[in-house]
């Protein structure tokens, strides 16, 4: 459930540049302790900019981002990671070639150790634990997108920002996945997800940002007006 406190991540009018070029136009996003926040919008709108401002790894060229409550816009990546952002990125972030196992025992830089990390994921994803010899890259795109997540929790994050965690997996397994991710809000993690198609993350999600051309066009509960609101922004979409 929402948790309404002060939020954990705040964008507070963040612009945000490639060269030139300005992609994000002011962006206000707050996401507190327990909530999920799902940020969609077409294709180019700016969604994976505002993923990597919130990890560090694109400094925004005006505004601030705050962490707990902190000004710490500008701040390196790895130290936002060590503070407790996780981004699992589009594409997931794992190593095809090496093993479960071994994916997940890259994650000790975080400071666990390995069989503590192992457990955590194969008691939330067992068929992890029933594949730990298996190479990443043959496990199915859910279990792959399990591994990235498992990976993610290893660092027992405050913040998940997850990038297009539906694509290419069937709707059964995404709302399969997009229960953990609720789980974990409940756990009190807060949560930012992008998707560029909706459905599957609005049944979890406590607020809904639609951005459009890098601003943020509509924000609020995601109820009936959120749908119209898509609709007219990218055809069939919203469904
Ligand atoms: P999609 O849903 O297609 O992934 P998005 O909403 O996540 O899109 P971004 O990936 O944040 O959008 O891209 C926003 C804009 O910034 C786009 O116009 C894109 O072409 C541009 N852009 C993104 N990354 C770079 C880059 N590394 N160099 C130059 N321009 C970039």
């Known amino acids: 459930m929402a948790d ?8 507070h009018g963040v612009q945000a540049a490639y060269d030139r070029i300005t992609v994000l136009h002011g962006v206000d996003l707050n996401v507190a ?12 709108a700016g ?4 993923l990597n401002v919130a990890a560090g790894a694109h400094t925004p060229s005006a505004g601030r981002l705050l ?16 503070a407790g952002v996780c981004l699992i990125p ?30 955590i994921a194969y008691d939330r994803f067992p068929v992890l634990g029933e594949r730990s010899r298996q190479a990443a890259g ?3 795109g859910g279990e792959q997108q399990m591994l ?25 397994v995404v709302g399969q996945l997009y229960e953990h991710v609720a789980e974990l809000a409940r756990q009190g993690v807060a949560v930012l997800v992008v998707e560029q198609f909706a ?18 066009q509509w924000q609020g509960h995601p109820d009936s007006s959120l749908h119209a609101e898509l609709s007219s922004y990218y055809l069939g979409s919203a469904a």
Do not use: C, W, Y
């Open 199 to 216: 459905a599957a993350v609005l049944k979890i999600a406590d607020h809904a940002a639609v951005l459009v051309r890098g601003s943020v």
């Open 33 to 44: 302790a327990g909530q999920v926040v799902a940020l969609l919008g077409p294709n180019g």
């Open 67 to 82: 962490l707990g409550g902190r000004d710490v816009t500008g701040a390196h990546p790895r130290d936002l990671a060590r």
């Open 138 to 140: 043959t496990l199915s």
């Open 148 to 172: 990235a997540l498992a990976r993610g929790l290893a660092t027992d994050p405050a913040v998940l920002l997850l990038d297009e965690l539906s694509m290419g997996l069937a709707p059964l």
């Open 90 to 119: 589009e594409g997931r972030g794992i190593f095809p070639n090496l093993s479960v196992r071994d994916n997940l025992r890259m994650m000790t830089f975080t400071g666990r150790d390995r069989a503590e990390i192992e457990k």
């Open 4 to 11: 309404t406190g002060t939020p954990v991540l705040q964008l």
């Open 47 to 50: 969604k994976t900019t505002i």
